[in-house]
């Protein structure tokens, strides 16, 4: 199986840049994902990192280190509309065979404050 | 457009009754899902197909059941609901492809409650 842990709430102040941790356990490890969610609404994707490193996209950056089992999600220049949760989401290929499942961690919640 | 869409947005019934949930895709991706989401916020897949065949099914109980009429529709049944099945059901789309990018589309979700 695999194990997701990110922390379950953040806050932060507007303008302010936060790093919001995910680490996982996992074998057969073939992609991480990072989605926004807010309330109400359905997840949009962020970001994805298959290989070790930095994707960084506008005020978005992911980080991805497959030999530590972590990545983190970096926001810059922090808005107001950035306050939703943050799912962390590990693609693997089961040990058994077959397709890849995709594991949701349980989010965190970023609150951005003025 | 509407990249993935679901309907009823809202669905509000009483405790053993059926009913079904619709979610099509014009994205002419080939793989669909099911997720269901908590009161707690967790999101955990349900079911996977792709072009139309079951690939993924999670412990999941019988009493659902996805259908696949074509690679853009991926519709859920439910019956007999009992009040743990009230969450939000949502719906998603993506091309797999192995090693490449891949990014998953939602659709907005089916408010589910069971009285």
């Known amino acids: 199986g695999q194990n997701i842990d990110q922390p379950t709430e953040m806050t932060a102040t507007e303008g302010a840049i936060v790093q919001i941790n995910c680490t996982y356990q996992?074998?057969?490890?073939?992609?991480l994902f990072w989605y926004q969610q807010h309330a109400g609404e359905a997840p949009t994707f962020l970001s994805y990192n298959v290989l070790d490193g930095l994707e960084e996209k506008g005020r978005f950056s992911s980080f991805l280190s497959r030999s530590k089992g972590y990545s983190y999600l970096l926001l810059k220049e922090l808005q107001m509309k950035d306050s939703a949760s943050y799912l962390c989401a590990v693609r693997a290929y089961p040990s058994s065979g077959g397709s890849y499942i995709p594991t949701f961690g349980r989010g965190t919640s970023l609150i951005v404050h003025p | 457009d509407t990249a993935v869409s679901q309907t009823p947005k809202y669905l509000v019934t009483q405790m053993g009754n059926d009913k079904s949930i619709k979610c099509e895709q014009n994205?002419?991706?080939?793989?669909m899902y099911w997720y269901k989401q908590d009161s707690k916020k967790f999101l955990k897949i349900m079911f996977s197909y792709n072009n139309k065949e079951l690939i993924i099914n999670e412990t999941v109980p019988n009493r659902f059941s996805p259908k696949s009429p074509d690679k853009a529709h991926l519709n859920l049944h439910i019956n007999s609901l009992e009040l743990g099945d009230s969450a939000v059901y949502f719906c998603?789309?993506?091309?797999?492809?192995?090693?490449?990018?891949?990014?998953?589309?939602f659709g907005p979700g089916t408010r589910l409650l069971v009285l």
């Open positions: 996992t074998s057969g490890f073939n992609g």
């Open positions: 998603a789309s993506s091309q797999v492809e192995r090693g490449r990018q891949e990014t998953q589309y």
């Open positions: 994205l002419g991706h080939d793989t």
